[in-house]
């Protein structure tokens, strides 16, 4: 029997910014492909004559549209630094009050008590509280997540509108993560602040709808008191606490009064009436004896700031009443006197529902790649069966293994996974990745995208929640797998002979492989998937991620379904690899640009891991891109269909795709070489499996939808695509369109219909509109339903003439290093432009051959860039430096362009780096302008 050498596959990587011409770097590529090598577009330069090399280098570092940073960090290298300490306040200088952001906005920012955190300009005098203010919608979220260790630091989020009549407040103990949803629209301040010590901070801002699900929202405070309920005298919790007698004389001397209670009803606490007791009051709470003077800083001081502001002015008089009621709160129940101790005012709570959209914390970074597949139809019809199956579809995900304590997958994980590492089995399909492997768990991605628990409430959801996977390891600790592991864990996955000597309980119904080599199939490839085929089971695969006109191995085996990759405007991702072997397109993203009104890089969310400072595997979620996020979508589609008719055969699958039943057609009619047949639509799925079992598909009652169902053009993108659909049994049809401004104009498409339904254009006449953020909103009108209408929120910034905007993540600094000699490193300041928002370097006198570019902020100035929370980015991507990537040089430079993005759960990029400290900068020479 021939079979192919036993070559290297590898898995997918995150994929950095529309960086298509630098991807023939990367030897670890997002759904595979091919290999790679050492760059040679050089031009010029050389030696010096002695045998030293000196080169030139430049390029230009891009960050997202929405990105902003914090007009008073740390680090001393901050250009145009600016006190945003106070809300506004006649008494203060205007360099003091709040500093103004649009939003979208993804803001990088750093607070912290006088006297802590890394030296800096902040340092001494502190700066607990950064103040911004921004108008903002009903439905829009504000989200921040400190870089700090939870028990070492704390930083709290505080929420108020400009007349001080609505505030909310997350000031949590146990996580980094703290957000309050918006109820009303009207301008707000948004007040990060530094409970204890000090951090790094991220800060977003979506547009309305595009947020996570949050249960903090703003209110309206019934008084300025405060609810609370001591534990009764002699309760262990009361005597596990500071003694009551103790507690209660520390009451006395913050000023408070106890109103007693009625019954098992709430008791009151009133606070000191004037803004000088409560400041001081609220110091003694927490411990805190400095100074309420004035400070250097010109702002009221450690004491003072947790009021910060004039009661001799109105408005800010309110805010301090608001700021410090909230605190007061923290403070009175750190404690451990009280059973709670809460604001006057009724907390929104959450429900759980069982039909899309879910409740699930982030379904709102998913919802452009779930809705672009038609997910929220295809579930709700599901859900409208009369009689659920009750065979859960197995998933085998043959990946880099599975982060099995994933609370979003634990309870979807079937119990006989396996690893197959260079000819070895083992009964544990866990990704068994170290700190030093700087793993993006990659597995553990593509499972979260399949089967992630949805309807809980918290993380992400899944395109098939009743799903169950099988993790099959066969990268281990490495970057690439052999040809023989692969094909033994597809053998074993269809429960067929194969090295282990075992086999699972059943076979799976579907296979994901994520993963390729460049070449024709392999014997061995070929010959396990035709036995897995003969099985019964789905095969799906990855086409890769090298731009190339030819799809990848396993992809192009006979009997896969290779998946190439679309973008949120349903184009090809530039990255993914097309040909004839392409048989569908799914959603793979696009981290270049950040389109669908969420404030973030257009990829694809889902779970992940990182490492914590103690080295230990902690459990996240984030952005990918790539044509391995792609075939997921897929798979989870094919379980869907198994889940209903299991029965299934994969020849009934071949015969469906080509007669489009699974299928949106998009490019050239029929099968082309780019999206194959057209773009999966797992409503079609849903309906096809039902047909096969001559059960008539249910129609929920259904209306027009729109997808997506929001649209932020941000600062430079002027036209757009709205698609008007029935999701469900309606006699609703779209009468018209209108938009809430002129300078929006929308127009039919062709494949408008006499019912209204169809593509619509967009069109965006920036001239019109005056500087700031615009939230715009398109009416359509319907009839024939119980409602006359419903609306599509469309966000715009439109920046002042002749700028772009005041962006960028503060000084980014780049550090040129040799691989092969840790001792030697050129370090550069970036240069940031207003005018083409984006950074840009150049270094000279470079003197190694060999080169990898590193480029971070250095936000609270303690010596080291790319920590969590502060900006990060890499030649070509972050994680072909992590990987050990690097340019073998020739010549001189000019194209090291890439990007960098916040380290943050709440931003694009994982929390992967070699280290906790990130890596050590040396004093930097300001970039050429």
């Known amino acids: 029997m021939h079979t192919a050498p036993n070559r290297k596959h590898t898995r997918s990587r995150p994929l950095g910014p529309a960086l298509a011409l630098a991807l023939a770097l990367l030897l670890v590529a997002c759904g595979g492909g091919g290999g790679g090598g050492d760059d040679e577009n050089d031009n010029g330069g050389g030696d010096n004559g002695g045998g030293t090399p000196s080169y030139a280098l430049s390029g230009t570092i891009a960050v997202i549209e929405s990105s902003a940073v914090d007009s008073d960090l740390n680090d001393p290298g901050q250009t145009n630094y600016r006190r945003n300490d106070n809300p506004a306040d006649p008494d203060l200088p205007d360099a003091a009050w709040a500093q103004s952001i649009s939003t979208p906005v993804l803001l990088a920012g750093t607070v912290n008590e006088p006297g802590t955190g890394a030296a800096g300009q902040n340092f001494d005098a502190g700066d607990r509280n950064d103040y911004f203010v921004a108008d903002l919608q009903a439905g829009q979220v504000v989200e921040l997540e400190f870089a700090a260790d939870p028990g070492d630091s704390d930083v709290d989020l505080y929420v108020y509108d400009v007349d001080g009549n609505q505030a909310a407040a997350s000031d949590g103990t146990d996580s980094r993560y703290e957000c309050v949803a918006i109820t009303r629209a009207g301008r707000y301040y948004i007040n990060p602040y530094a409970y204890s010590n000090a951090s790094i901070y991220s800060l977003r801002i979506g547009a309305p709808g595009t947020g996570s699900s949050c249960g903090n929202a703003t209110a309206a405070f019934g008084t300025m008191a405060l609810l609370a309920r001591e534990h009764a005298l002699g309760s262990p919790k009361a005597m596990a606490a500071r003694s009551l ?11 408070l009064t106890l109103e007693a209670a009625t019954g098992l009803g709430p008791q009151m606490l009133r606070l000191p009436a004037a803004a000088t007791a409560r400041r001081t009051g609220l110091a003694r709470l927490k411990g805190d004896d400095r100074s309420t003077a004035l400070d250097e800083r010109g702002q009221k001081s450690a004491l003072a700031a947790d009021g910060a502001a004039n009661p001799a002015n109105a408005a800010p008089s309110r805010i301090e009443a608001l700021a410090t009621t909230l605190r007061y709160a923290k403070a009175l129940r750190a404690t451990g006197a009280y059973a709670y101790v809460e604001p006057d005012w009724i907390l929104r709570r959450t429900a759980t529902i069982g039909s899309f959209p879910p409740d699930d914390r982030y379904y709102g970074y998913q919802r452009w790649h779930y809705e672009q597949i038609r997910l929220p139809e295809a579930i709700n019809r599901i859900n409208a069966l009369a009689t659920q199956p009750s065979q859960r579809p197995l998933v085998a995900v043959i990946d880099s293994g599975v982060v099995l304590t994933h609370p979003d997958l634990a309870p979807q994980l079937d119990s006989n996974g396996r690893s197959f590492v260079g000819g070895v089995s083992i009964a544990s399909g866990d990704d068994q990745s170290s700190t030093a492997d700087n793993s993006v768990f990659h597995g553990t991605h593509v499972a979260g995208t399949i089967a992630a628990s949805t309807f809980d409430g918290a993380g992400a959801a899944g395109v098939a929640p009743m799903a169950q996977i099988l993790p099959l390891n066969v990268f281990g600790s490495g970057e690439g797998a052999s040809t023989s592991d692969i094909a033994h864990a597809i053998l074993y996955a269809a429960r067929l002979g194969n090295s282990s000597g075992a086999l699972p309980g059943r076979r799976a119904d579907v296979i994901n492989m994520s993963l390729g080599g460049g070449g024709s199939c392999s014997s061995a490839f070929q010959q396990a998937i035709t036995a897995a085929r003969g099985a019964g089971v789905i095969v799906v695969a990855a086409t890769g991620n090298e731009s190339a006109a030819t799809v990848g191995q396993p992809a192009n085996c006979n009997g896969v379904i ?12 530039p990255y993914s690899n097309t040909g004839s072997a392409v048989r569908v397109a799914a959603p ?18 889902s779970t992940m891991a990182s490492f914590d400072t103690s080295g230990s595997r902690i459990h996240t979620l984030g952005f990918l891109q790539g044509t391995s996020m792609a075939s997921p979508h897929v798979a989870g589609v094919m379980a869907l269909m198994r889940y209903i008719h299991p029965g299934l055969a994969v020849e009934e699958v071949d015969s469906l795709f080509a007669d489009g039943s699974l299928t949106d057609d998009l490019g050239s009619t029929g099968r082309d070489t780019r999206y194959g047949w057209g773009l999966i639509n797992a409503d079609k799925a849903v309906v096809a499996a039902l047909n096969r079992i001559g059960t008539v598909p249910p ?6 939808v729109a997808e997506p169902s929001s649209l932020d053009f941000g600062s430079f993108q002027s036209t757009g695509t709205l698609t008007l659909s029935l999701n469900g049994s309606s006699s609703e049809r779209v009468t018209a369109v209108t938009s809430s401004d002129a300078a929006l104009t929308v127009s039919a498409g062709s494949s408008v219909g006499s019912n209204g339904l169809g593509s619509y254009n967009l069109s965006a006449n920036r001239t019109a509109l005056t500087e700031g953020s615009h939230y715009l909103t398109l009416t359509v009108l319907v009839s024939g339903g119980s409602r006359s209408s419903f609306t599509v929120p469309v966000a715009i910034t439109q920046n002042a003439a002749g700028v772009s905007r005041a962006g960028g993540f503060g000084p980014v600094y780049v550090l040129l290093q040799d691989p092969d000699d840790d001792s030697y490193q050129l370090t550069v300041q970036a240069t940031y432009s207003d005018l083409i928002g984006a950074y840009h370097w150049s270094a000279t006198g470079y003197a190694r051959s060999r080169l990898q570019v590193i480029a971070g902020t250095d ?3 303690d010596g080291y860039i790319c920590q969590r929370g502060e900006a990060c980015g890499g030649y070509p991507v972050l994680d072909a430096v992590l990987d050990g990537q690097q340019l073998q040089l020739t010549g001189n430079r000019s194209d090291l362009d890439f990007q960098v993005a916040p380290l943050s759960d709440i931003s694009a990029l994982s929390l992967r780096k070699p280290s906790t400290r990130g890596w050590a900068r040396r004093q930097a020479r300001s970039a050429a302008p």
């Open 699 to 704: 129609t929920p009652a259904g209306e027009v």
């Open 562 to 573: 290779a998946v190439s990759a679309t973008q949120p405007n349903k184009g090809i991702a």
């Open 588 to 605: 793979g993203g696009n981290t270049g640009q950040s389109t669908t009104g969420n404030g973030q890089p257009d990829g694809v969310f």
């Open 859 to 861: 936000l609270d100035n």
């Open 245 to 255: 007698a103790d507690h209660r004389s520390l009451r006395s001397q913050a000023g």
